[in-house]
């Protein structure tokens, strides 16, 4: 079974960066289409970056030319770079395996922990 690991959350400033990593297990990483998501406390959760196996991307307007997601097939990896981060970016940000269907992107795999940032103003 794919197990997902994030991490690379921490507290930042307004303006900060950071960068998120996944890791995937799994001989299938590859050939899958990868998301990032977040849920801010109260809220529900949303897809903020996707990537295709070909490496195209589409980001949520709200993080479009700040966030830019990436991957490492040979790592079973998928990156996102977060800059000019603002305080509505706190949020626990989640990556999943997404498949595409009836219009939206949905996340297929069990969730992971999760890693936290926090942009404080």
């Known amino acids: 079974q794919v197990q997902l690991v994030e991490s690379g959350g921490g507290l930042v400033q307004v303006g900060g960066s950071l960068r998120l990593s996944c890791a995937a297990s799994g001989s299938i990483f590859s050939i899958n289409a990868m998301g990032w998501f977040r849920q801010a406390p109260g809220k529900q959760r949303e897809l903020v970056a996707t990537i295709t196996s070909g490496g195209s991307t589409i980001y949520a307007d709200s993080v479009k030319g700040r966030f830019t997601i990436s991957r490492d097939n040979a790592k079973n990896t998928v990156y996102l770079q977060m800059n000019s981060l603002k305080p509505e970016d706190t949020a626990v940000y989640y990556c999943?395996?997404?498949?595409?269907?009836?219009?939206?992107?949905?996340?297929?795999?069990?969730w992971g922990q999760g890693t936290q940032v926090t942009v404080s103003s």
């Open positions: 999943n395996e997404v498949k595409y269907a009836s219009g939206t992107w949905f996340p297929v795999i069990r």
